[in-house]
Nanobody, 118 residues
Framework: VQLQASGGGLVQAGGSLRLSCAAS????????LGWYRQAPGKQRELVAT???????NYADSAKDRFTLSRDNAENTMNLQMNSLEPEDTAVYYC?????????????WGQGTLVTVSS
């Protein structure tokens, strides 16, 4: 599985950005897609995940501001981020959990930088 993330950039506080992730390769094996982020000096943390059936899970910091969607036909995932805050500044990583019958494998995209200015 290969993951290609895009959509990061610089935005002012209160603004919006849309991150996209395109999956390729053994996409039939993907169960859950998601976004994680890592701010400077901090550990990588969950932002939101979505299962193949469309069930979503959001970090408390993302609830009510971010919306995660998935298009299984196009093998894409989008994260709409509204009301961005400087605390959202981080490198955002696209993640996939894929199953091959004998276990799960984690895949990561290359990361896309989101910078929110105050």
């Amino acid at each position: 599985v290969q993951l290609q993330a895009s959509g990061g950039g610089l935005v002012q506080a209160g603004g919006s950005l849309r991150l996209s992730c395109a999956a390729s390769g053994m996409i039939f094996s993907i169960d859950t897609l998601g976004w994680y982020r890592q701010a400077p000096g901090k550990q990588r943390e969950l932002v939101a995940t979505i299962t193949s059936g469309g069930l979503t899970n959001y970090a408390d910091s993302a609830k009510d501001r971010f919306t995660l969607s998935r298009d299984n036909a196009e093998n894409t995932m989008n994260l709409q981020m509204n009301s961005l805050e400087p605390e959202d500044t981080a490198v955002y990583y696209c993640h996939a959990k894929a199953g091959y019958g004998v276990g799960w494998v984690d895949y990561w995209g290359q990361g896309t930088l989101v910078t929110v200015s105050s």
